[in-house]
């Protein structure tokens, strides 16, 4: 009986082996696979739990010589493929590991699941030789992940200068644009900040730097928004310098590079801004259609006033800025203060010409504070003089409310009253405008209460005297009633004695000596002596 073969190698076996290759020790996987063929074979295709061949672990581990021994070891049997190995070495940067892999016969476009290749995994981990050896071998520059994200916007992203430097040469023909809201490399240097990789960049590119993205990007956001938002200004400036559009704006909002700065309160970044030349005036052109909300005609300073530091609101003011310019809702610089409360940004709006008590603003002011619970915006602006006749409040309330004209504000949703749909917010920004207004609310209501009082009283007369009214009815019908059960009774007696009237005399005699026996003796004695006596 022949003997059987094992059916594969023991666990003992692959865990050994997989072990000596992730340590590089060469002599033990010598050892290890000093077996029959067969059973060499199975051990060398085999996988951990993790997916990964003891091949995949040595070249994980950069070790050159275990590399070389696993490949020699493997080749009588043929069909292997080294592409797991290579993403495994270009993802730790072990250039050796990749020339052996490489010189065995692997492609450098292999990928993983994600779509990631080799340059693509070595680019974000930064390591620059690896990268230029897939580059000489012929890797892809411009090969995409499955997520559209390219080696160079991850390397820019994670601030890899030297290896961004290796992927522009020669300069690429085109700049597309990929990985986080499609983002190109020039926006991951605006992020983060990183000026040695925008130097690189810009030393090798041949187009423009301050190039938009593409139909497809995310709100058609520049590099030079993305670095005016973040405060990275040597990258600001690089970008200036390269000739980026300082009149350029996103969707929706229709905002420059110098509005994002503001909103963001970054001083530094508004003055280099203002200082290359951007309009200090620029009004976002458009709303949001879709979701029709927003506001346009908004300006830096519109949203320096509400969101940023007294500073950032200076610098523009002292550039020329309007400080009575409106956005498409009539509120000007001081509104937006009075919303976001920036007590300090009313002081020096007020201090520059911005006028609280301009009749065209109609009390919008205090408005836009109350509104948005900025009760010490409200009483500053109030001592500054702003106007807050009573006649418009409310008006201003609905115009705040909707955020857009009169006009629209008189079309209410199926023919309301715009007055209806805010009367409490109303009321209750009458009711915080300050201690000059409290005292007329309070008498008003007081007169209301009164008011109520007497109406209550009157109703509760009303309804006594109409509980009274119904007994004085329940009573003259009560009196007729007995009224014709009274000449009912009449009309009986009266009958009565129409039939005595009519019976016969005899009968009548009868019925009267009847009524005589039927008397007692002591009754007719009386009458018996009342007769005459006989004359004698």
Known sequence: MEPQEPAGPTASQLCALHAAAAAGDAGAIRGLLRVPAWETAALLRAVDGSGRTALDHAARGGWEAAVEMLIDEGKPFGGASYGPALLEAARGGHVGVIWVLLDAGESVAAADSGGRTPLWLAAAGGHAAAVRLLLERGADRHAAAADGSLPVSCAARQGHA????????PAPDRHPSGGCDRWTAWHWCAHTGDAASARALLSEASWVAAQRIDSEAADDVTALMVAAAAGQLDVLALLVEA?????????????????????????????????????VDAASLWTDEDLDEGEACVTPLHLAAQYAGVDVLRALIDAGASVSQKNNSGCTAIGCAARGGRLDNISLLLARGADAVAAADGGRAVAEAVLHHQNAAALLLVRGGAATPDWNTMLQCVKVYYGYGEAEAEDGEEGEDPLSLVRDT????????GKWLAQPLREDARARAGLQQLVVGAAAAGRRAQRAEQAAEEAIARTASLRAEAAALEARIAQAEARLASLPPTRAQEGEGQSRLLQPRDAAAPAAAKKPRRQQ
Do not use: E, F, N
Request: charged fraction near 15%.
């Open 162 to 169: 030297s290896v961004v430097q290796a992927l522009v040469k």
């Open 243 to 279: 000739g980026a559009s300082l009149a350029a704006m996103d969707y929706p909002d229709g905002w420059t590079a110098l509005h994002h700065a503001a909103r963001r309160d970054g001083a530094a970044a508004v003055q280099a801004l203002i200082r290359a030349g951007a309009d």
């Open 426 to 433: 109303a009321v209750q920004c009458l009711q915080k405008l």
